[in-house]
């Protein structure tokens, strides 16, 4: 199969980073589908329902593409936490994980309608954060922005600041358990491309 029939059903610049960095030729498409964290389920189980949402979202529209999409979750003491909604919130989701160890949840689900085919896993690691005063808080908002990410802060770039250790999975925080992706694609027929 082509690895350009690859079609990623999210508007996560993280995982076309992730994705583009590892060789693979995709397509994105993002479908309208609210994501919802306000559920009685467990961590894994939000982000795997939301995740199969997206795909099948995307996958009815594009039958014939490998379709893969994700969801990715910050949950501290069973308390889930999304996208903060204004900054105010954001401040107060890294004041709360301030100290703390959190967990980051990345589900993942790949679906090719026309065969009937779908793989689904989740990726959990725990985070711990340094202690953040208000002012290192401050600074580091002023370096990225918080309303788009889950958990208002970033693994990359300018998280060392902030992330005292990461046990698990780097690219899951990031938004992509690559590791575990590439494997599932591979079952697919998609393959990155080499390198050189």
């Keep these: 199969m082509r690895a350009s029939s690859l079609l990623l059903a999210s508007n996560s610049p993280r995982r076309r980073e992730l994705l583009t960095e590892a060789g693979f030729e995709f397509e994105v498409w993002s479908p309208e589908v609210a994501e919802k964290f306000d559920l009685e389920l467990t961590l894994r189980e939000i982000t795997a329902f939301n995740a199969v949402r997206k795909a099948m979202a995307a996958a009815r529209t594009h039958p014939k593409r490998i379709v893969l999409a994700a969801d990715t979750l910050v949950a501290i003491d069973d308390e889930v936490l999304g996208k903060p909604d204004y900054m105010a919130h954001a401040i107060a989701m890294l004041e709360r994980l301030s100290g703390q160890t959190h967990e980051v949840c990345t589900s993942v689900f790949i679906s090719h309608l026309l065969s009937g085919r779908s793989i689904g896993f989740s990726e959990i690691s725990a985070v711990r954060f340094r202690q953040l005063p208000r002012a290192q808080i401050d600074r580091y908002f002023a370096r990225i922005n918080p309303l788009d990410k ?15 250790k990461i046990d698990g999975s780097f690219t899951n925080v990031v938004g992509l358990p690559m590791e575990k992706t590439v494997a599932a694609l591979g079952e697919f027929g998609i393959q990155p491309k080499p390198a050189g």
């Design 150 to 164: 889950a958990g208002a802060y970033a693994a990359q770039g300018f998280g060392a600041e902030i992330i005292e």
